[in-house]
């Protein structure tokens, strides 16, 4: 039987109770369109000179190379031409970026991480594009940078992408995580799990967490970690990928839990909540996980104060973040 394409299956879902719009549903048509085209261009970054550093900074400090430019180029222009998306944020960006048909009549606004994990071009490793997609606020309006001041429970969709050994979409309107891996040879999206689900923890389950950066973590966050790999049941092994969306994907599909704490060095974290942490936590919790900060708050209840605002990230099967929480001293 012929799998079915991510077009045909959202489509086929616009129409019933639970889907999202059809405005909606164009709208992540075209994001994973975008997807293709950036994927393309991670697959041949080195022959394309999109690899390396490039001579600029984005509006966090950061270097940003050649492909963090091109992939949010690609992502601006395509999105641009939409017209019901009124505002555009990137990471690479400063500030909000209106649409060419941003008027009272937009009814969304997309927030993107264009390429996270762009550094590890140059040593092939796992890359991807994140995705949060809010609705204005208010009807009847031009839309502004508040919209993206809402939590994450807001979303009306989010998503990532990830380009690595295979290419993958896994994205939510807010009725389970439904799964896509991209056929080269069809040019398609094809669905391979409709309804994603974390997997139970069993004998075994992977932490994930950079522990060159130990040192500077609070106690609560060292002490949680010293028990994990102390466990014997389930039994822990550490797996980090260095970027959000390879080890975000692996907690989607075999469950066990991912850190990103604040340091002593960046007290309020380091990923973005509006772009990395709401997207990626709405997507954890319809799979049937749990996201949390270092405070042991639900990520996706926070409301951020900037667009550019900073958070901690702990992702994972609910078993092992209660397991957290209980570090903390909360009660769950």
Not at 200 to 221: C, D, I, M, T
Request: hydrophobic residues 40%.
């Amino acid at each position: 039987m012929k799998a079915m394409t991510l077009g045909d299956f959202v489509l086929m879902h616009e129409e019933s109770p639970t889907a999202a719009t059809r405005e909606l549903s164009r709208l992540l048509l075209d994001v994973a369109s975008c997807c293709n085209e950036i994927a393309s261009m991670v697959s041949n970054a080195s022959v394309r000179g999109l690899a390396g550093a490039a001579d600029s900074t984005n509006v966090h400090g950061e270097t940003q190379v050649p492909l963090d430019l091109a992939a949010n180029q690609v992502l601006m222009e395509r999105l641009q031409l939409s017209h019901h998306l009124g505002l555009f944020l990137s990471e690479e960006s400063d500030d909000v970026i209106e649409t060419r048909h941003c008027n009272a009549g937009s009814r969304y606004a997309i927030a993107v991480d264009p390429l996270d994990g762009s550094k590890l071009i140059d040593d092939a490793g796992t890359v991807g594009t994140i995705f949060a997609v809010f609705r204005t606020r208010k009807r009847a309006v031009t839309p502004t940078r508040d919209d993206f001041l809402q939590p994450g429970r807001s979303l009306a969709a989010a998503g990532i992408a990830v380009y690595g050994a295979q290419t993958m979409l896994a994205y939510t309107t807010g009725h389970g995580v439904h799964l896509f891996a991209y056929d080269h040879f069809r040019r398609e999206w094809v669905l391979v799990n409709e309804q994603l689900r974390m997997q139970e923890p069993q004998s075994f389950a992977v932490y994930s967490v950079n522990e060159g950066n130990s040192l500077k973590w609070r106690p609560e966050v060292q002490s949680f970690i010293t028990e994990l790999k102390s466990s014997a049941e389930p039994r822990f092994s550490q797996r980090y990928a260095g970027s959000l969306v390879a080890d975000g994907l692996r907690v989607l599909r075999s469950g066990g839990v991912f850190l990103y704490p604040d340091e002593a060095t960046s007290p309020r974290g380091k990923l973005r909540l509006v772009y990395e942490c709401a997207p990626l936590a709405f997507l954890v919790e319809q799979s049937g996980g749990q996201a949390v900060n270092t405070a042991g708050d639900p990520i996706l209840d926070v409301v951020p104060r900037d667009i550019h605002e900073r958070s901690p990230l702990v992702i994972g099967h609910p078993s092992h973040v209660n397991r957290f929480l209980r570090s903390l001293g909360r009660s769950v």
